[in-house]
Protein backbone atom coordinates (compact mmCIF):
# COMPACT_ATOMS: atom_id res chain seq x y z
CA UNK A 1 0.00 0.00 0.00
CA UNK A 2 1.24 3.31 -1.14
CA UNK A 3 1.94 5.86 1.87
CA UNK A 4 -0.52 8.43 0.94
CA UNK A 5 -3.23 5.23 1.17
CA UNK A 6 -1.75 4.46 4.46
CA UNK A 7 -2.71 7.64 5.99
CA UNK A 8 -5.75 8.27 4.31
CA UNK A 9 -6.75 4.90 6.03
CA UNK A 10 -6.18 6.02 9.78
CA UNK A 11 -7.61 9.44 8.76
CA UNK A 12 -11.03 8.17 7.56
CA UNK A 13 -11.17 6.03 10.98
CA UNK A 14 -9.77 9.66 12.95
CA UNK A 15 -12.32 11.47 11.48
CA UNK A 16 -15.04 8.59 12.64
CA UNK A 17 -14.07 8.93 16.18
CA UNK A 18 -13.99 12.73 15.88
CA UNK A 19 -17.17 12.79 14.63
CA UNK A 20 -18.82 10.28 17.55
CA UNK A 21 -17.34 12.95 19.92
CA UNK A 22 -18.44 16.24 19.15
CA UNK A 23 -21.47 17.09 16.34
CA UNK A 24 -21.11 19.34 13.49
CA UNK A 25 -23.33 21.51 15.17
CA UNK A 26 -21.54 22.02 18.42
CA UNK A 27 -18.23 22.76 16.07
CA UNK A 28 -19.88 25.62 14.73
CA UNK A 29 -20.61 27.05 17.99
CA UNK A 30 -16.54 26.97 18.95
CA UNK A 31 -13.55 28.68 18.91
CA UNK A 32 -12.97 30.82 15.80
CA UNK A 33 -15.86 29.78 13.85
CA UNK A 34 -17.43 32.79 13.44
CA UNK A 35 -13.84 34.83 13.22
CA UNK A 36 -14.07 36.71 9.01
CA UNK A 37 -11.32 34.75 6.94
CA UNK A 38 -8.18 36.20 5.39
CA UNK A 39 -7.83 36.01 1.76
CA UNK A 40 -4.63 34.00 0.45
CA UNK A 41 -5.37 34.75 -3.03
CA UNK A 42 -5.38 38.58 -1.96
CA UNK A 43 -2.17 38.11 -0.31
CA UNK A 44 0.00 35.95 -2.25
CA UNK A 45 -1.10 38.71 -5.27
CA UNK A 46 0.01 42.13 -3.57
CA UNK A 47 2.81 43.74 -5.42
CA UNK A 48 5.46 42.99 -2.05
CA UNK A 49 4.10 39.81 -1.16
CA UNK A 50 6.81 37.87 -0.23
CA UNK A 51 4.65 35.20 -1.79
CA UNK A 52 6.75 32.68 1.00
CA UNK A 53 3.98 30.08 2.65
CA UNK A 54 6.10 28.96 5.42
CA UNK A 55 5.14 25.54 7.08
CA UNK A 56 5.72 24.69 10.84
CA UNK A 57 6.47 20.83 10.37
CA UNK A 58 8.12 18.25 13.02
CA UNK A 59 8.49 15.28 11.62
CA UNK A 60 7.54 13.64 8.31
CA UNK A 61 7.14 10.15 6.82
CA UNK A 62 10.31 10.71 4.27
CA UNK A 63 12.19 12.32 6.55
CA UNK A 64 11.61 11.50 10.05
CA UNK A 65 11.87 14.27 13.09
CA UNK A 66 12.83 17.28 11.37
CA UNK A 67 12.62 19.57 14.36
CA UNK A 68 11.07 19.05 17.96
CA UNK A 69 13.06 21.31 19.66
CA UNK A 70 10.88 24.59 18.87
CA UNK A 71 7.22 25.83 19.76
CA UNK A 72 4.60 26.33 17.39
CA UNK A 73 4.13 29.75 18.28
CA UNK A 74 7.76 31.23 18.48
CA UNK A 75 8.35 29.34 15.13
CA UNK A 76 5.02 30.63 13.65
CA UNK A 77 5.97 34.51 14.89
CA UNK A 78 9.28 34.63 14.05
CA UNK A 79 7.80 33.57 10.46
CA UNK A 80 5.12 36.18 10.21
CA UNK A 81 7.26 39.11 11.57
CA UNK A 82 10.18 37.75 8.42
CA UNK A 83 7.46 38.78 5.92
CA UNK A 84 5.40 35.06 5.46
CA UNK A 85 2.38 35.66 2.89
CA UNK A 86 1.03 33.06 4.67
CA UNK A 87 1.66 29.69 7.86
CA UNK A 88 0.61 26.49 6.98
CA UNK A 89 0.31 24.78 10.78
CA UNK A 90 0.31 20.74 10.41
CA UNK A 91 -2.34 19.06 12.47
CA UNK A 92 -1.92 15.66 11.41
CA UNK A 93 -0.37 14.00 14.15
CA UNK A 94 0.06 10.70 13.74
CA UNK A 95 2.71 10.98 10.43
CA UNK A 96 3.61 14.62 10.90
CA UNK A 97 3.24 15.09 14.87
CA UNK A 98 1.43 18.21 14.40
CA UNK A 99 -2.49 19.14 16.62
CA UNK A 100 -5.36 21.05 16.18
CA UNK A 101 -4.12 22.80 19.94
CA UNK A 102 -0.73 23.82 17.39
CA UNK A 103 -3.10 25.24 14.61
CA UNK A 104 -4.97 27.29 17.29
CA UNK A 105 -2.32 28.50 19.01
CA UNK A 106 -0.58 29.79 16.20
CA UNK A 107 -3.60 31.52 14.89
CA UNK A 108 -3.77 33.60 18.51
CA UNK A 109 0.04 34.04 17.59
CA UNK A 110 -0.24 35.56 14.37
CA UNK A 111 -3.80 37.12 14.25
CA UNK A 112 -3.24 39.09 11.03
CA UNK A 113 -1.85 36.71 8.84
CA UNK A 114 -3.65 33.76 6.42
CA UNK A 115 -3.42 30.50 7.52
CA UNK A 116 -3.62 27.14 5.74
CA UNK A 117 -4.75 23.97 7.95
CA UNK A 118 -2.29 21.36 6.48
CA UNK A 119 -3.98 18.01 6.80
CA UNK A 120 -5.62 15.05 4.69
CA UNK A 121 -8.43 16.09 4.32
CA UNK A 122 -11.85 13.58 3.21
CA UNK A 123 -14.86 14.54 4.95
CA UNK A 124 -16.83 17.69 5.24
CA UNK A 125 -16.12 17.61 9.18
CA UNK A 126 -12.67 18.41 8.90
CA UNK A 127 -13.73 21.79 6.80
CA UNK A 128 -16.02 22.85 9.61
CA UNK A 129 -13.29 22.23 12.24
CA UNK A 130 -10.93 23.67 10.18
CA UNK A 131 -12.88 27.01 10.50
CA UNK A 132 -13.39 26.48 14.05
CA UNK A 133 -9.75 25.96 14.42
CA UNK A 134 -9.08 30.05 12.53
CA UNK A 135 -8.27 28.72 9.55
CA UNK A 136 -8.63 30.52 6.46
CA UNK A 137 -7.29 28.17 3.91
CA UNK A 138 -7.60 24.67 3.15
CA UNK A 139 -5.47 21.85 1.24
CA UNK A 140 -6.78 19.26 -1.10
CA UNK A 141 -5.05 16.83 -2.29
CA UNK A 142 -6.42 15.73 -5.75
CA UNK A 143 -4.41 12.20 -5.45
CA UNK A 144 -6.56 11.22 -2.35
CA UNK A 145 -9.82 12.92 -3.79
CA UNK A 146 -12.85 12.16 -6.19
CA UNK A 147 -13.87 15.22 -8.59
CA UNK A 148 -16.60 14.72 -6.52
CA UNK A 149 -14.79 15.07 -3.40
CA UNK A 150 -13.04 17.91 -4.06
CA UNK A 151 -16.14 19.78 -5.70
CA UNK A 152 -18.05 19.03 -2.34
CA UNK A 153 -15.03 19.87 -0.20
CA UNK A 154 -14.26 22.57 -1.90
CA UNK A 155 -17.53 24.31 -2.26
CA UNK A 156 -18.09 24.21 1.38
CA UNK A 157 -15.09 25.63 2.17
CA UNK A 158 -16.07 28.47 -0.23
CA UNK A 159 -19.59 29.05 1.55
CA UNK A 160 -17.65 29.59 4.71
CA UNK A 161 -15.29 31.92 3.61
CA UNK A 162 -11.88 30.08 3.16
CA UNK A 163 -10.35 29.38 0.81
CA UNK A 164 -9.00 26.22 -1.24
CA UNK A 165 -5.71 25.29 -2.37
CA UNK A 166 -5.75 22.69 -4.64
CA UNK A 167 -2.65 19.99 -4.66
CA UNK A 168 -1.63 18.30 -7.10
CA UNK A 169 1.15 16.86 -8.83
CA UNK A 170 0.53 15.47 -12.92
CA UNK A 171 -1.45 16.95 -15.61
CA UNK A 172 -4.23 14.52 -14.85
CA UNK A 173 -4.86 15.48 -11.51
CA UNK A 174 -5.25 18.75 -12.77
CA UNK A 175 -7.22 18.61 -15.50
CA UNK A 176 -9.90 16.47 -13.44
CA UNK A 177 -10.09 18.86 -10.51
CA UNK A 178 -10.19 21.78 -11.28
CA UNK A 179 -13.42 24.44 -10.85
CA UNK A 180 -14.97 27.54 -9.96
CA UNK A 181 -14.24 26.87 -5.89
CA UNK A 182 -10.62 26.49 -7.28
CA UNK A 183 -8.85 29.70 -7.08
CA UNK A 184 -5.00 28.38 -5.83
CA UNK A 185 -3.53 25.42 -7.54
CA UNK A 186 -0.77 24.27 -5.91
CA UNK A 187 2.00 21.88 -7.61
CA UNK A 188 3.57 19.39 -5.29
CA UNK A 189 7.18 18.54 -6.27
CA UNK A 190 7.13 15.38 -4.17
CA UNK A 191 4.75 12.50 -4.97
CA UNK A 192 2.74 11.67 -2.11
CA UNK A 193 2.66 8.18 -3.56
CA UNK A 194 6.34 6.76 -2.96
CA UNK A 195 7.53 10.54 -1.92
CA UNK A 196 10.35 10.14 -4.03
CA UNK A 197 11.52 13.56 -6.29
CA UNK A 198 14.06 15.79 -4.22
CA UNK A 199 12.99 18.71 -6.86
CA UNK A 200 11.07 21.44 -8.31
CA UNK A 201 10.86 19.86 -12.30
CA UNK A 202 6.89 19.18 -11.70
CA UNK A 203 6.16 22.74 -11.58
CA UNK A 204 8.13 23.80 -13.99
CA UNK A 205 6.12 20.94 -16.06
CA UNK A 206 2.67 22.01 -14.99
CA UNK A 207 3.63 25.61 -15.26
CA UNK A 208 1.65 26.66 -18.42
CA UNK A 209 -1.10 23.49 -18.02
CA UNK A 210 -2.68 25.65 -15.05
CA UNK A 211 -5.15 28.02 -16.13
CA UNK A 212 -4.35 31.39 -15.92
CA UNK A 213 -6.97 32.18 -14.06
CA UNK A 214 -5.55 30.31 -11.10
CA UNK A 215 -2.73 31.22 -8.76
CA UNK A 216 -0.21 29.37 -8.98
CA UNK A 217 2.38 27.88 -5.87
CA UNK A 218 4.61 25.54 -5.98
CA UNK A 219 4.68 23.23 -2.70
CA UNK A 220 8.15 21.32 -1.31
CA UNK A 221 11.77 20.72 -2.20
CA UNK A 222 12.19 24.30 -2.09
CA UNK A 223 16.04 24.04 -1.37
CA UNK A 224 16.85 27.90 -1.82
CA UNK A 225 16.48 31.48 -3.24
CA UNK A 226 17.63 30.69 -6.70
CA UNK A 227 14.80 28.05 -6.97
CA UNK A 228 12.53 30.86 -6.14
CA UNK A 229 13.86 32.78 -8.40
CA UNK A 230 13.62 30.37 -11.29
CA UNK A 231 10.04 29.13 -10.46
CA UNK A 232 8.61 33.06 -10.73
CA UNK A 233 10.26 32.75 -13.96
CA UNK A 234 7.47 30.21 -14.58
CA UNK A 235 4.61 32.37 -12.95
CA UNK A 236 4.81 31.30 -9.56
CA UNK A 237 3.59 33.51 -7.07
CA UNK A 238 3.48 31.42 -3.83
CA UNK A 239 6.13 28.73 -2.54
CA UNK A 240 5.28 26.21 0.30
CA UNK A 241 8.54 25.64 2.44
CA UNK A 242 9.08 23.82 5.47
CA UNK A 243 12.07 21.58 5.55
CA UNK A 244 14.47 23.86 4.40
CA UNK A 245 13.14 26.16 6.96
CA UNK A 246 12.41 23.91 10.10
CA UNK A 247 15.99 21.83 9.97
CA UNK A 248 17.54 24.85 11.56
CA UNK A 249 17.23 26.27 14.96
CA UNK A 250 15.83 29.97 14.12
CA UNK A 251 13.22 29.11 10.98
CA UNK A 252 12.19 32.60 11.13
CA UNK A 253 15.73 33.62 10.46
CA UNK A 254 16.07 31.22 7.93
CA UNK A 255 13.22 32.62 5.64
CA UNK A 256 14.70 36.11 6.09
CA UNK A 257 17.65 34.66 4.85
CA UNK A 258 15.92 33.64 1.87
CA UNK A 259 14.64 36.99 1.47
CA UNK A 260 17.40 38.45 1.63
CA UNK A 261 19.44 36.56 -1.18
CA UNK A 262 15.96 36.30 -3.66
O1 LIG B 1 9.20 20.44 3.78
P1 LIG B 1 9.08 20.83 2.34
O2 LIG B 1 9.76 19.89 1.40
O3 LIG B 1 9.48 22.28 2.12
O4 LIG B 1 7.50 20.73 1.97
C1 LIG B 1 6.52 21.55 2.58
C2 LIG B 1 5.12 21.11 2.14
O5 LIG B 1 4.99 21.36 0.76
C3 LIG B 1 4.87 19.64 2.45
O6 LIG B 1 4.93 19.49 3.83
C4 LIG B 1 3.54 19.11 1.93
C5 LIG B 1 2.98 19.39 0.73
N1 LIG B 1 1.79 18.74 0.61
C6 LIG B 1 1.54 18.05 1.72
C7 LIG B 1 0.43 17.28 2.06
C8 LIG B 1 0.43 16.72 3.31
C9 LIG B 1 1.51 16.86 4.18
C10 LIG B 1 2.61 17.65 3.84
C11 LIG B 1 2.63 18.24 2.60
Known amino acids: MSILATILESKRKEVAERKS ?27 ASTGIIAEFKRKSPSKGVINDRLTVKEVTQAYASAGAACLS ?8 GGTDQDFEEARRANPHTPMLRKDFMVDEYQ ?26 LGSLA ?10 VHDEEELSRSLGDYISVVGVNNRN ?42 YGYKGFLIGESFMKTDAPGKALLDFLNQD
Not at 158 to 167: A, D, F, H, I, Q
Open 21 to 47: RISIHALEKTGFFARNCHSLSMSLTQP
Open 89 to 96: VLTDTPFF
Open 127 to 152: IVEAKAMGADVILLIAAALSPQEIKK
Open 158 to 167: RSLGMETLLE
Open 192 to 233: LKNFAEQNVEASKRLAEKIPATCIKVSESCISGPSIIQELRG
